[in-house]
């Protein structure tokens, strides 16, 4: 099995920065990538970024250029900083392992709310 860890949402004004993490452990072998996602009340779950073992990543076209994904393989974690927020950022984001398996051994955290005010 996969654990993953949440870390870092909170409130903040627009403009301002977050940074969040994922530390991973257990089972890591079969993890392909890992991923941020997000999902705003009454929206979809949607991909933020994700960043792959070679260390190729992409983004949604609505953080391009504010949006960082990186990892720290010493200290198992994936880190997504978050620049110049943006109201409509505001989501429960989720961290995500990807399993080279296939989505039914992909492993999810439990998610942290980041909340940005106007």
């Known amino acids: 099995q996969v654990q993953l860890v949440e870390s870092g949402g909170g409130l903040v004004q627009a403009g301002q920065s977050l940074r969040l993490s994922c530390v991973i452990s257990?089972?890591?072998?079969?993890?392909?990538?890992m991923g941020w996602h997000r999902q705003a009340p009454g929206k979809q779950r949607e991909l933020v970024a994700s960043i792959g073992k070679t260390g190729n990543t992409r983004y949604s076209n609505s953080v391009k250029g504010r949006f960082t994904i990186s990892t720290d393989s010493a200290k198992n974690t994936t880190y997504l900083q978050m620049n110049n927020l943006k109201p409509e950022d505001t989501a429960i984001y989720y961290c995500l392992a990807a399993s080279k398996l296939g989505p039914q051994d992909d492993h999810w955290g439990q998610g942290t709310q980041v909340t940005v005010s106007s």
């Open positions: 257990g089972r890591t072998f079969n993890v392909n990538s």
